[in-house]
């Protein structure tokens, strides 16, 4: 599950529409992609594994929206690994930090010179 959508939103410019986009995204995505895929995973023996971000267990100033849809993305991950372990399916979180693309300026919104920094 690498699907990622976000942006920096404070809480005074906060819509139900903006912040729905994020955890349709990075919460409900995921959630009915691994759904679909638990009887072929459960036949192979296979794993989920979900893409998270240190924003989820760390804050971030206009970040709030994006970090909660990742702190409820990592803990959708402990419960299935816990609800998928009798059938044999593995599920993992990676909360890699921030990476050289272009997901800092475009998604996220920083200036390149912030992003050039992180």
């Given at each position: 599950n690498n699907a990622g959508a976000g942006a920096l939103l404070s809480l005074g410019d906060a819509t139900a529409e903006r912040i729905n986009n994020i955890f349709a995204v990075n919460v409900v995505g995921p959630s009915?992609?691994?759904?679909?895929?638990?009887?072929?995973?459960?036949?192979?023996?296979?794993a989920i594994i979900n893409i998270s971000s240190t924003f989820g267990h760390?804050?971030?100033?206009?970040?709030?929206?994006?970090?909660a849809?990742?702190?409820?993305?990592?803990?959708?991950?402990?419960?299935?690994?816990?609800?998928?372990?009798?059938?044999?399916v593995r599920v993992n979180a990676v909360a890699a930090g921030p990476t050289e693309s272009g997901a800092l300026t475009g998604m996220m919104g920083l200036s390149p010179e912030h992003a050039a920094v992180i």
């Amino acid at each position: 599950n690498n699907a990622g959508a976000g942006a920096l939103l404070s809480l005074g410019d906060a819509t139900a529409e903006r912040i729905n986009n994020i955890f349709a995204v990075n919460v409900v995505g995921p959630s009915l992609l691994a759904g679909a895929a638990i009887p072929h995973l459960a036949a192979v023996k296979g794993a989920i594994i979900n893409i998270s971000s240190t924003f989820g267990h760390k804050p971030g100033a206009g970040l709030s929206h994006y970090a909660a849809s990742k702190a409820a993305l990592e803990h959708l991950t402990r419960c299935w690994a816990l609800e998928l372990a009798p059938l044999g399916v593995r599920v993992n979180a990676v909360a890699a930090g921030p990476t050289e693309s272009g997901a800092l300026t475009g998604m996220m919104g920083l200036s390149p010179e912030h992003a050039a920094v992180i």
